[in-house]
């Protein structure tokens, strides 16, 4: 349950590291993601797409406040621009709307679930969103109509299984450790516990 829904220092600083190391990780699954187009083509290139959602999805599970998953996301997509990324223009509308499609299904939810179904949505709206953006600033009309649907349908999935399944799995292997006691889901996993045992 939150109990303010303002940002605190500690919170800020979290987000601030986590999304900075998945922004230099970002950089590098770009150069993965082109070895994989060039061998299985467009459609093979969504792949990838979810992992492009877990900056936002995993600092939205730990701290669990409105505007997490956003913020999340554009300061990847900057950490992503300043260690060498040559199309600072596109990263940064697409950690925008990656972002904000993330963001939207947090908001649905009134900022209360954190589920995993909850995650899975997030990831298949933060592809979706990168979807939508990528078609039009790339041209992907170009492309025949099947092509274009399963393109939707890999990335769809891959922010299923990559941004929503994978963000939960790696922030609880977080939490097992400690390390994130003093934060929402640490605390929500203690009491969890606490009530398991009583």
Known sequence: ?????????????????????????????VFLNQV?????GPVGGGILAGSWIMAPIVCALII???GVALIAELIAAGTEVMVGSVNAGSVLILGFTQGLGAEIIFAVFRYR???????????MAGTFASFLTTYVMYGYSEYASIVIWMMLGVMLVSGIILGGWGSHYLTHSLVRTGVLHNFALGKAEYQKRTEDSA
């Open 113 to 123: 679930s954190y589920k995993l179904p909850v995650l899975m949505l997030a990831g």
């Open 1 to 29: 349950m939150i109990t303010s829904r303002t940002l605190n220092l500690r919170e800020i600083v979290v987000m601030a590291f986590i999304s900075a190391v998945f922004g230099v990780l970002y950089l590098l699954w």
């Open 64 to 66: 669990q406040k409105p």
């Open 36 to 40: 994989i187009t060039g061998v299985l």
